[in-house]
């Protein structure tokens, strides 16, 4: 962070704004999202169908209602307005977990506050971008360095979640997230900017059209949602997977989370200096690659100290894809910074559909060994997707 330093004093108080934010509510999210295939097993009671539906119908409500915001978000208002009301919603949300246990409420409100609570991190990025842009400064660098808070955030998040939940309960867990929101609410309505962007012309059909209408849009976006197919099939799924059939401590999958997390921060900062060199295709070939060979690694290693060792390639995998792959949906969709992050957000959300239907499927008909297998297939086919990108704007290819 060092090269923040150069800049004027009211600007970096600006840009350590938007790195606490950023890892505030990364670790409200790691807070969350690491335990609720438990939460949902064992507090509420559904089985593994049930579990996966929940993400499933998550990410499908989740799609929707980013798309909507994302769309307002570009064309007109304040970003900074819209990312207070999403953390409002994430407050609501937490409390709401946190002393509800009925399935039937949790996958309705419970999934369409999360929605909106969701948005805040894509809009946050938005207007990060922007405000970089705007004020003339290093985008990738700033933008690598900021990614890094949420796997900060996901360092810490996972095993203080597993710790919360197992020692003190889910309603404390979901408390101190509900907390941490608060506190994020605060510093972004005092010190997060206001930009004021330029009317932009947004082409016919919205973000749709930006997806369809370009074939590399179209191909960066197949292979973002199965990357993270994989990713999410591995969250929802090694938790059970590691207490249940390989007999290892339930907190283990906290400190592999927490490991892959703290390696993604160098892993993603060196991916900042090299994308200069030798581009984002084949930075993201690499790490497409690397996710090819870690899910290889859990089928054929199970010891606590492998498990560990495997981790190394899960970070460049996530901290690569993480970052650069954000960047690149923004280069291909100049001047439409928030339909562009959506993009790469709704590809995860779209990954998250996928992974809870075939997780869900193949940890219950099969057993959660099946489900190692299918994430070495889906990656090979991310790979291929990958290959075919083109580093085109939408501005340099017509829309066929």
């Not at 970096?12 to 790691?30: I, L």
């Not at 309505?189 to 930009?195: D, E, G, I, Q, S």
């Not at 900062?269 to 859990?298: D, E, N, Q, S």
């Not at 299918?374 to 939408?394: C, E, K, P, S």
């Amino acid at each position: 962070m060092l090269w923040f330093l150069t800049t004027s004093r009211r600007l970096n108080w600006v840009y350590m704004a938007f790195m606490a934010v950023a890892f505030m509510v990364g670790v409200a999210g790691a807070l969350q999202a690491p335990t609720l295939s438990l939460f949902l097993s064992r507090e509420v009671g559904a089985p593994p169908f049930l579990v996966g539906m929940f993400y499933t119908v998550n990410a499908i409500v989740g799609i929707a209602v980013s798309f909507v915001l994302a769309q307002r978000s570009d064309s007109r208002g304040d970003r900074r307005k819209l990312i207070i009301f999403c953390c409002l919603m994430a407050v609501a949300n937490c409390v709401l977990f946190a002393y509800n246990r009925h399935y039937t409420t949790l996958i309705t409100l419970g999934v369409l506050l999360a929605a909106i609570a969701n948005t805040a991190m894509p809009q946050i990025f938005a207007l990060a971008r922007e405000y970089a842009d705007s004020s003339a400064r290093e985008v990738v660098m700033f933008s690598s360095i900021m990614r890094a808070q949420l796997s900060l955030a996901w360092v810490i998040g996972p095993p203080l979640s597993f710790m919360l939940a197992l020692n003190y309960g889910f309603t404390t867990m979901f408390l101190m997230a509900a907390g941490i929101f608060v506190i994020s609410l605060g510093i972004i309505y005092f010190a997060l900017p206001t930009v004021h962007r330029a009317q932009e012309q947004a082409p016919q059909g919205g973000i749709s059209a930006g997806l369809w209408g370009n074939k590399n849009v179209r191909r960066l976006f197949l292979a973002s949602m199965l990357m993270w197919t994989c990713n999410t099939m591995y969250i929802i799924d090694m938790p059970l997977w590691v207490s249940s059939d390989l007999g290892l401590p339930e907190s283990l999958a906290g400190v592999l989370m927490g490991t892959a997390a703290g390696l993604e921060i160098p892993a993603m900062i060196l991916a900042g200096f090299c994308v200069k060199r030798f581009g984002k295709r084949p930075m993201m070939l690499v790490a497409t690659a690397m996710g090819i060979l870690f899910y290889l690694g859990l089928i054929f290693f199970h010891s606590r100290e492998a498990l560990l060792g495997l981790q190394l390639f899960n970070a460049i995998f996530i901290g690569i894809i993480a970052g650069i792959g954000m960047l690149w949906f923004q280069d291909l969709m100049p001047g439409r910074a928030g339909a562009a992050t959506t993009l790469f957000t709704n590809s995860i959300s779209m990954g998250v559909i996928l992974a809870g239907l075939i997780q869900g499927s193949l940890a219950e008909r099969m057993g959660h060994s099946a489900v190692y297998p299918a994430m070495v297939g889906i990656a090979l086919v991310a790979l291929l997707f990958t290959f075919r990108v083109q580093d085109v704007t939408l501005r340099e290819t017509a829309v066929e």
